[in-house]
């Protein structure tokens, strides 16, 4: 099992920039691929990016490709997203996931493990 903790997130004009992290416990961080998703209220959850248990594969949805980066820490055990140029459309609570696919995964699944929440909010 795998604990997943956020943070980073905050109050930024558009155009900034914020660097979200997740902290996971135990020491199988390495062994989990990432993933950093999004959900405003009642709407359902939205991938944003995962990243592969070594690092090497990454993958973005269309509308932050190019902005963000993921990146990852096994040493540290700690994912996280680097938010660059931020859009008053990205404003909303980001969750960090961990899943046993290696590669990481695009679907948010009621299996995979699950932190608590950021809020990011941009401003015009």
């Known amino acids: 099992q795998v604990q997943l903790v956020e943070s980073g997130g905050g109050l930024v004009q558009a155009g900034g920039s914020l660097r979200l992290s997740c902290a996971a416990s135990?020491?199988?961080?390495?062994?989990?691929?990432m993933g950093w998703f999004r959900q405003a209220p009642g709407k359902e959850r939205e991938f944003v990016s995962t990243?592969?248990?070594?690092?090497?594969?990454?993958v973005y949805t269309d509308s932050v490709k190019g902005r963000f980066t993921i990146s990852r820490d096994n040493a540290k055990a700690t994912l996280y997203l680097q938010m660059n140029g931020l859009k008053v459309e990205d404003t909303t609570v980001y969750y960090c996931?961990?899943?046993?696919?290696?590669?990481?995964?695009?679907?948010?699944?009621?299996?995979?493990?699950w932190g608590q929440g950021t809020q990011v909010t941009v401003s015009a």
């Open positions: 996931s961990a899943t046993r696919l290696l590669s990481g995964t695009t679907t948010p699944s009621r299996d995979d493990y």
């Open positions: 990243i592969s248990w070594n690092g090497d594969n990454t």
């Open positions: 135990g020491r199988t961080f390495s062994t989990y691929g």
